[in-house]
């Protein structure tokens, strides 16, 4: 009998401990749920499978946009440059299959290497000549737009090969391609973020720069690849955007930078750096689309969107504030 109640203690603790961490941690996840109940009673559609999917497949994009945005915030910097990224490295991947006539996979890593070059030149920036992130990559989003725009004369890169459109339109089974370059995305930087030295210090970097580098940590390098990583991720929706549309759009990304600095606020990340989780970002990309989504099917318009993402920025950085001064 003695044995069964320490059990059942031991299940009431984990219990109570997941509940802590949930509280803690992921506390938009109630914000999803109570979402979901909400528009599923509005609408009749909204838990249809198809509209899931669709769900699930719009989000990816800035979702994974939003995982490099979460490793610069907790770096203690903000890269609001990634939407400019997002429409470079299409562009230039689009242009080196059109007319280079170069194969997929080596236009893919051209433009996986365009974004990442991007997030370099921010990263040494910011950590190199000490420009405040904020400047520096409202700097680089400035260039890299209009570099897109000189290098296309602000007309679309089409004609691409039909192979691409795999990427950003195909299917593995019944799942969309993009859900599942997705979720190897946050897979990954879940093991990065959670399990490995170099998202331990990228997350000490950001919540004590001075005590970092007393601990031996070699803060410009982590925050450089801070950067680098957010700029390749960029690109790599970048790349989801040219297969869906089938050409390279120089106005591609525009606004993905708020959304997806939204999406990992909203999902906990602290703009003061050195406190986030990567799966509170998901469930903060998913809050906004799924927000997006069921206004859409409701029929209310595109400013009163626009006008609520930015109330539910303005509310996520406050509860952000009140956090950090609890603390």
Same mark, same amino acid.
């Given at each position: 009998?003695?044995?069964?109640?320490?059990?059942?203690?031991?299940?009431? =603790?984990?219990?109570?401990?997941? /509940?802590?961490?949930v509280n803690s941690k992921y506390f938009i996840l109630y914000a999803v749920i109570a979402l979901i109940i909400i528009l599923t009673i509005l609408s009749d559609s909204f838990l249809s499978l198809h509209n899931i999917i669709n769900i699930l497949r719009q989000s990816s994009m800035v979702a994974i946009i939003a995982v490099g945005v979460f490793f610069a915030i907790v770096s203690g910097g903000i890269d609001i440059s990634v939407g400019s990224t997002v429409g470079l490295a299409g562009v230039i991947m689009a242009k080196s299959l059109v007319e280079l006539n170069l194969p997929i996979f080596l236009g893919i890593i051209i433009g996986l290497a365009v974004g990442t070059f /991007?997030?370099?030149?921010?990263?040494?920036? =910011?950590?190199?000549?000490?420009?405040?992130?904020?400047?520096?990559?409202?700097?680089?989003?400035?260039? =890299?737009?209009?570099?897109?725009? /000189?290098?296309t004369n602000a007309y679309p890169v089409s004609g691409l090969p039909k192979g691409i459109d795999f990427i950003g339109r195909g299917y593995v089974g019944p799942i969309p391609v993009p859900i599942i370059i997705m979720l190897v995305v946050y897979v990954l930087a879940y093991i990065v973020a959670e399990h490995t030295r170099v998202g331990r210090f990228i997350f000490a970097i950001g919540g004590n720069e001075e005590a970092a580098h007393l601990s031996g940590i070699k803060i410009d390098k982590y925050r450089i690849f801070a950067y680098m990583t957010s700029g390749g991720l960029a690109a790599l929706s970048g790349i989801i955007l040219v297969s869906r549309l089938a050409s390279g759009q120089p106005n591609a990304g525009l606004n993905y930078e708020f959304e997806a600095i939204t999406s990992a606020v909203v999902g906990g990340t602290s703009l003061s750096g050195g406190k986030g989780t990567i799966l509170g970002v998901l469930f903060g990309a998913l809050f906004i689309s799924i927000l997006l989504n069921g206004m859409v099917l409701l029929n209310i318009s595109s400013y009163y969107q626009q006008m609520l993402k930015g109330i539910v920025l303005i509310l996520a950085v406050m509860v952000d504030v009140a956090r950090n001064k609890g603390h």
């Open positions: 009998m003695s044995e069964q109640i320490k059990k059942d203690k031991a299940i009431w =603790v984990n219990v109570k401990t997941l /509940v802590r961490t /991007v997030g370099l030149i921010n990263g040494l920036l =910011v950590a190199k000549r000490n420009i405040p992130p904020f400047v520096a990559t409202l700097g680089t989003m400035g260039a =890299v737009r209009g570099l897109t725009y /000189v290098l």
